[in-house]
Structures are given as structure tokens and as C-alpha cells.
């Protein structure tokens, strides 16, 4: 089995839990994903090979390359997974494709061309085609204002996919025998694609045409007791408000943290500060803030006034289900849906724009720490699935051992 991403930690965490659950059922599994190191060593940690492909994403993703070099960034991550999945897909029998979109129309041309099964994952519904709602536009490439209506919306976002990425795609799939494709984002989504989510935090509504098989998050239970610090620092005093944003650069990071920091001092609270891409650091030497790099969130969470983040799917699920209050700061793509789901159900804020301030993020954080919004949290989180990847893990195994053809594509 090859699980198949280019992408954030965001993108590879939910398929370290699936391939936990697979190998726990007898499967062979293996990941393709970025080289990043804390990649490779959260694999290897599991157990579970990692075949490299590409450029760092953590590297690319710092860098914040300018919109017009979208079509050359994603010719060559579609000219390395051609290259990367082709080799590490030999001998498997399905192959499950996720992350930027490039390397998921790559990772499933792969399997066409090798004659296995395919499917397509995704961690969140936006990238799914639905007259409920409105696409994301990419970068430089803005929907015209006077555009209103979602089909035609959806048109437009298939025709701009088309124009960033059909001829890297097609260029390689003529190189290894496979006839073109009008539509590529209609070849990545296929009719039956995976949602990876929570339906209480993403309730997909029925749409014609797309058979969409939501398994709930996949989520792998951490067992890595808190640093023996971290405890001492939670244990001394009332809980801390938790900061980080993950994967997300964070380009003014500096007056990230002495926002953040502030705003929560303002607040009576002390700080746990993750580091994250951002490198967030203290402020000054008071001892009221802990820094933290790779922790077990899940342990975390449940131990926190509330959760500060940029709105990844991994992360709000996380403290959905820990039931600590949230303030979202979505910076790109679907963080800001997430932050207008955890607003919506009632559990923290969604703050306006990527940009806190500290009247901004002192607003939000007062919303989070009311009473009322704890409440919710805590009600909310028994509502929220634990069994995302054993469902998905069983299904993918019942979907492989029938006798009939591959998934369409």
C-alpha cells in the first residue's frame, strides 16, 4: 500500500495514523511525502518507510515564492512524482493520493498507468466541487467580483486548474503512454473521493454526481508523556493559553509572539508557545511562558484554557476533541473555513485576517475564555469521532480485496 502526499505536516500527520492502522490489519504500507526530517523521523518513529520526493516543503513554504511561479513549481512536482511514485509503487496494490493538487493528479496518473487502485483523499471539503458554496481562488488568480453564482464559480476554478497545471500533467503523461486529460481537477477528485474529517466540525451535504465517503478525521492516538518541564511549568500555576501556528511561516513572527504574549498577559494567563516554522520565542526572561517544539498536542490541549492557532484541519480537530476554547488566525487556503466553523459552533473565535493585533486578538481571546465558550467546548468535544483512520483503514482493505475493477479515476 502507498499513501502518497507533497505537502505540510498537516498533509503527512493524518496518514501516519492511517498507516498505523493499516500495518495493524497485516498490510504492507509506505509514504511518499517531502524530505523534510521531521517528516522522515515522525515515520520512522511509526515504523513506516518514507520514499523522499521533491523539495523540502517546509523550505518551500518559507520561502514564499510569488504566485507566477505557481506553473513551474508545479511542473516540477508533477515531473517528481512521475518519477518518485512510479518506483515506490511497484508490487502495491493501491495507492491513496492526497495533498497539493499537482502531486495528487501526478501520485493517481501513476496508478493508471500501473493498472492498481487509487484514491482520492482529502482533509478538507473545499477542494470538493459543491453548488453549497464557493471555491478557493489561487493565488493571483482572483474570481472576477461580478461572479456570484458557485456553478459557474466551479467552472472558472476548473478552467484556472486546467491553465496552472494540465500541461506539466499531460506533457508527463504522454512521456509514459497515457492519453490527456480535459478536466484535472475532475482527474484528481474522481466520483468517489475521501474526506478525512470530522462530520461534526465538516458536515458535508449531499451533492449530485460525487459520492463522497467522509470517515472522520484520522487521527493516531499519542502516548509520549509531556516533558518532564512542561508538566512542572503547567503544574505551578492556573492553565496557560496555548500559541503556535504550526506549519505556517509567519513572516513578522517577532511581532507575532509580542502580540500574542501580550494579549494573553492581558488576560491574567501565562503562555505555552510552540516554535513551530514560525520559530516563535519568548519575549523577555519572565517566567510566566514555556516554549515548546514537538509535543504531544492531544495531552496538551486537554490542559489549557485555550488553543491560539493558524486553523489547520490537524490542529482544530485536535483541540476540538481536547474541548479547549479556540482563536483562529487563518492565514491561507482553508484555515479561514475552520475558523468559521469553530465560530459557528460556538467553541472560540474566528479572528478577522491573518494579522493579529493586540486589541484584535485580546477581543478573541476574551470570547474564548468566557465561561460560556469552555462550556460549549467541553460538549462538543464528546461529539467528535475518535475512529477515523480504522474505519478508513478497514474500508481501503475491504475496497482492494473485491473482485472488480479500480476505482475509477
Request: hydrophobic residues 45%; aromatic residues 6%.
Given at each position: 500500500?502507498?499513501?502518497?502526499?507533497?505537502?505540510?505536516?498537516?498533509?503527512?500527520?493524518p496518514l501516519v495514523g492511517l498507516a498505523v492502522r493499516l500495518r495493524a490489519l497485516g498490510a504492507e504500507v509506505r509514504v511518499c511525502a517531502?524530505?523534510?526530517?521531521?517528516?522522515?523521523?515522525?515515520?520512522?518513529?511509526?515504523?513506516?518507510?518514507?520514499?523522499?520526493?521533491?523539495?523540502?516543503?517546509?523550505?518551500?513554504?518559507?520561502?514564499?515564492?510569488?504566485?507566477?511561479?505557481?506553473?513551474?513549481?508545479?511542473?516540477?512536482?508533477?515531473?517528481?512524482?512521475?518519477?518518485?511514485?512510479?518506483?515506490?509503487?511497484?508490487?502495491?496494490?493501491?495507492?491513496?493520493?492526497?495533498?497539493?493538487?499537482?502531486?495528487?493528479?501526478?501520485?493517481?496518473?501513476?496508478?493508471?498507468?500501473?493498472?492498481?487502485?487509487?484514491?482520492?483523499?482529502?482533509?478538507?471539503?473545499?477542494?470538493?466541487?459543491?453548488?453549497?458554496?464557493?471555491?478557493?481562488?489561487?493565488?493571483?488568480?482572483?474570481?472576477?467580483?461580478?461572479?456570484?453564482?458557485?456553478?459557474?464559480?466551479?467552472?472558472?476554478?476548473?478552467?484556472?486548474?486546467?491553465?496552472?497545471?494540465?500541461?506539466?500533467?499531460?506533457?508527463?503523461?504522454?512521456?509514459?503512454?497515457?492519453?490527456?486529460?480535459?478536466?484535472?481537477?475532475?482527474?484528481?477528485?474522481?466520483?468517489?473521493?475521501?474526506?478525512?474529517?470530522?462530520?461534526?466540525?465538516?458536515?458535508?451535504?449531499?451533492?449530485?454526481?460525487?459520492?463522497?465517503?467522509?470517515?472522520?478525521?484520522?487521527?493516531?492516538?499519542?502516548?509520549?508523556?509531556?516533558?518532564?518541564?512542561?508538566?512542572?511549568?503547567?503544574?505551578?500555576?492556573?492553565?496557560?493559553?496555548?500559541?503556535?501556528?504550526?506549519?505556517?511561516?509567519?513572516?513578522?513572527?517577532?511581532?507575532?509572539?509580542?502580540?500574542?504574549?501580550?494579549?494573553?498577559?492581558?488576560?491574567?494567563?501565562?503562555?505555552?508557545?510552540?516554535?513551530?516554522?514560525?520559530?516563535?520565542?519568548?519575549?523577555?526572561?519572565?517566567?510566566?511562558?514555556?516554549?515548546?517544539?514537538?509535543?504531544?498536542?492531544?495531552?496538551?490541549?486537554?490542559?489549557?484554557?485555550?488553543?491560539?492557532?493558524?486553523?489547520?484541519?490537524?490542529?482544530?480537530?485536535?483541540?476540538?476533541?481536547?474541548?479547549?476554547?479556540?482563536?483562529?488566525?487563518?492565514?491561507?487556503?482553508?484555515?479561514?473555513?475552520?475558523?468559521?466553523?469553530?465560530?459557528?459552533?460556538?467553541?472560540?473565535?474566528?479572528?478577522?485576517?491573518?494579522?493579529?493585533?493586540?486589541?484584535?486578538?485580546?477581543?478573541?481571546?476574551?470570547?474564548?475564555?468566557?465561561?460560556?465558550?469552555?462550556?460549549?467546548?467541553?460538549?462538543?468535544?464528546?461529539?467528535?469521532?475518535?475512529?477515523?483512520?480504522?474505519?478508513?483503514?478497514?474500508?481501503?482493505?475491504?475496497?482492494?480485496?473485491?473482485?472488480?475493477?479500480?476505482?475509477?479515476?
Open positions: 500500500m502507498l499513501l502518497s502526499t507533497y505537502g505540510s505536516r498537516g498533509d503527512v500527520e517531502p524530505p523534510d526530517e521531521d517528516f522522515a523521523q515522525r515515520l520512522a518513529g511509526v515504523g513506516v518507510p518514507l520514499v523522499p520526493v521533491g523539495r523540502s516543503a517546509r523550505a518551500l513554504t518559507t520561502a514564499a515564492p510569488q504566485p507566477s511561479s505557481l506553473p513551474q513549481r508545479a511542473a516540477e512536482l508533477i515531473a517528481d512524482q512521475f518519477a518518485a511514485v512510479t518506483a515506490a509503487a511497484e508490487g502495491c496494490d493501491a495507492l491513496v493520493a492526497t495533498g497539493a493538487m499537482p502531486a495528487a493528479a501526478g501520485a493517481r496518473s501513476v496508478a493508471e498507468k500501473l493498472g492498481i487502485r487509487s484514491v482520492s483523499l482529502t482533509f478538507q471539503q473545499l477542494t470538493l466541487p459543491s453548488p453549497h458554496r464557493p471555491p478557493l481562488a489561487y493565488a493571483g488568480r482572483p474570481f472576477p467580483p461580478e461572479v456570484t453564482d458557485n456553478r459557474e464559480l466551479w467552472d472558472l476554478d476548473a478552467r484556472n486548474i486546467n491553465a496552472l497545471f494540465g500541461p506539466a500533467l499531460n506533457t508527463n503523461r504522454a512521456a509514459i503512454g497515457l492519453p490527456p486529460v480535459d478536466n484535472v481537477r475532475d482527474h484528481v477528485v474522481g466520483d468517489r473521493p475521501w474526506l478525512a474529517t470530522d462530520p461534526v466540525l465538516d458536515p458535508w451535504r449531499e451533492t449530485p454526481g460525487l459520492d463522497v465517503v467522509q470517515t472522520g478525521a484520522w487521527i493516531l492516538p499519542d502516548v509520549h508523556p509531556l516533558p518532564p518541564e512542561l508538566a512542572a511549568f503547567l503544574d505551578a500555576g492556573t492553565p496557560p493559553v496555548y500559541v503556535g501556528f504550526g506549519s505556517m511561516p509567519m513572516h513578522a513572527s517577532t511581532d507575532v509572539a509580542h502580540v500574542a504574549i501580550g494579549a494573553i498577559r492581558a488576560q491574567g494567563r501565562r503562555a505555552v508557545v510552540a516554535r513551530g516554522w514560525a520559530g516563535l520565542a519568548p519575549i523577555d526572561d519572565r517566567d510566566d511562558c514555556f516554549v515548546v517544539g514537538e509535543v504531544n498536542q492531544q495531552a496538551l490541549f486537554t490542559r489549557v484554557a485555550a488553543v491560539v492557532h493558524h486553523g489547520g484541519a490537524g490542529t482544530t480537530t485536535t483541540a476540538t476533541r481536547a474541548g479547549a476554547p479556540q482563536v483562529v488566525v487563518p492565514q491561507l487556503a482553508d484555515q479561514p473555513y475552520w475558523a468559521g466553523r469553530v465560530a459557528d459552533l460556538g467553541i472560540g473565535a474566528a479572528h478577522d485576517g491573518p494579522t493579529p493585533t493586540f486589541e484584535s486578538l485580546s477581543a478573541a481571546l476574551s470570547t474564548a475564555l468566557a465561561p460560556e465558550t469552555r462550556a460549549r467546548a467541553r460538549a462538543v468535544a464528546g461529539t467528535v469521532r475518535a475512529d477515523g483512520a480504522s474505519v478508513a483503514a478497514t474500508l481501503l482493505l475491504e475496497t482492494i480485496s473485491r473482485a472488480e475493477p479500480p476505482l475509477p479515476a
